[in-house]
């Protein structure tokens, strides 16, 4: 995907100077010129969504997010970690779909202050 848009025109391959095992991927400004119109409906409901909300709730959402990323790369850390499992047949994986009740979602409660 980044060869494609790199030779489209949209980024670049930067190498970090201090670390040479690293390499950045910058979106060029023609490249962001170009796609910027295909952005600007969603923008401006971004703004309107954000209007809806005062600086508290916004700080609410945006710690709950983060601990919600960091709560699943700790997940997905700890199953890399975990023994390969055998493979079902497909009979039990499907059977076993089948029955597995589905809880119903806990309702929304007030952001804590």
């Given at each position: 995907m980044i060869d494609r848009l790199e030779r489209a025109g949209y980024v670049r391959r930067k190498r970090d100077s201090h670390d040479r095992r690293v390499v950045v991927v910058e979106a060029l400004p023609a490249g962001i010129k170009r796609i910027e119109p295909?952005?600007?409906?969603?923008?401006?409901?971004m703004d309107q969504l954000h209007d809806d909300y005062d600086d508290r709730q916004l700080a609410v959402v945006a710690e709950y997010l983060s601990r919600a990323v960091d709560l699943?790369?700790?997940?997905?850390?700890?199953?890399?970690?975990?023994?390969?499992?055998?493979?079902?047949?497909?009979?039990?994986?499907?059977?076993?779909?089948?029955?597995?009740?589905r809880r119903p979602a806990k309702p929304l409660t007030e952001a804590r202050a």
């Open positions: 295909m952005y600007r409906r969603l923008s401006r409901s699943g790369a700790t997940h997905v850390a700890w199953l890399q970690r975990q023994p390969k499992l055998r493979r079902q047949s497909k009979s039990v994986e499907l059977r076993t779909r089948r029955e597995s009740p």
